[in-house]
């Protein structure tokens, strides 16, 4: 369930993400918000929301 701040996007306040992993290469970074957990993908693109799996693929070794 996404807290109302994720529902409506990526978005402030950012204190409210936490970085768990990065993809220096892309660059890509990978944060999960402390509210509700949703896992979002930040890069140079519109932010995306991730599945737990989908963020695994991504970031091979990441802890969530
Ligand atoms: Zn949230």
Request: charge should be positive; glycine fraction near 6%.
């Amino acid at each position: 369930m996404l807290c109302t701040d994720c529902q409506s996007g990526y978005h402030a306040p950012y204190d409210r993400f936490e970085r768990l992993a990065a993809n220096p290469e892309v660059p890509s970074y990978l944060m999960r918000c402390k509210q509700c957990g949703a896992l979002w993908n930040e890069s140079s693109g519109a932010p995306e929301l991730l599945t737990r799996t989908h963020a695994r693929w991504l970031y091979p070794g990441v802890r969530i």
